[in-house]
């Protein structure tokens, strides 16, 4: 079946480009146009992946990545303009996995759009069985499930896959690269912001303290777990 796909954009020239060059890859494609119908669509369509720009009429695209990351942890890829470094940066904290800055090329948007759909494949693919514990951590492979101390970690997608692959090797410090590579992609080798965003989530989550930590972090490599 073809991967479905929903364009969030309230430029028509601008969401007609996309939506053209995705469908002559063989991609189902629905569209919206303001913040209200991307939730409907999104309800109606469950797809497989999600462009959404941030600023839209109506309900804006913060807000609704923020409610759909409330129900899903289906891929997001945001749309931002060249200003708007900061939105880029909520966007990530909301939980968007990726963005893309405007103007782009269709090179770049196909790329990105099969980055992030190979990311949910493996991120399907990932784990095995049993439970892995470190330290008051577990985490459920089989089930993409989390716990710590006993309560139930509500994460991400990319959340679990990152703690996940720091437990499987916990101990070590693994560098910027080998997570990158692995969780993003090798696209995105270069990414070093996006470890920082998504370590700093991971952190707040665990409710990390000077004298209860578990993430921490090599200067200038990368970041290990321990139990």
């Known amino acids: 079946m073809a991967e479905r796909i929903l364009v969030v954009e309230d430029e028509e020239p601008l969401r007609r480009f996309i939506?053209?060059?995705?469908?002559?890859?063989g991609y189902e494609v629905q569209t919206a146009s303001d913040g209200y119908e991307a939730l409907r669509r999104f309800e109606e369509q469950a797809p497989d992946l999600v462009i959404l720009d941030i600023l839209l009429p109506g309900l804006n695209g913060l807000e609704v990545l923020r409610r759909i990351r409330q129900a899903s942890l289906v891929p997001i890829l945001v749309l931002t303009a060249l200003d708007q470094e900061?939105?880029?940066?909520?966007?990530?904290?909301?939980?968007a996995d990726d963005y893309l800055?405007?103007?782009?090329?269709?090179?770049e948007l196909l790329a990105r759009v099969r980055a992030a759909l190979?990311?949910?494949?493996?991120?399907?693919?990932?784990?095995g069985p049993g439970v892995l514990r470190?330290?008051?951590?577990?985490?459920?492979g089989d089930q993409r499930r989390a716990w710590h101390r006993g309560?139930?970690?509500r994460l991400t997608g990319?959340?679990?896959d990152l703690l996940y692959l720091l437990a499987r090797h916990a101990g070590r410090t693994l560098s910027h690269s080998f997570?990158?590579?692995r969780v993003w992609g090798p696209e995105y080798v270069d990414e070093v912001e996006y470890l920082r965003v998504y370590i700093g989530r991971l952190r707040r989550k665990l409710g990390e303290t000077g004298d209860h930590r578990h993430l921490f972090t090599e200067p200038g490599f990368g970041y290990r777990l321990e139990g």
């Open 134 to 140: 470190v330290g008051d951590l577990e985490l459920d």
């Open 179 to 181: 997570l990158l590579q």
């Open 158 to 160: 990319k959340e679990f």
């Open 151 to 153: 309560e139930s970690l």
């Open 118 to 127: 190979r990311r949910m494949r493996w991120s399907e693919g990932t784990g």
């Open 19 to 25: 939506a053209r060059n995705l469908s002559a890859r």
């Open 86 to 95: 900061a939105d880029k940066v909520t966007a990530l904290d909301l939980g």
């Open 101 to 107: 800055t405007k103007p782009f090329g269709v090179g």
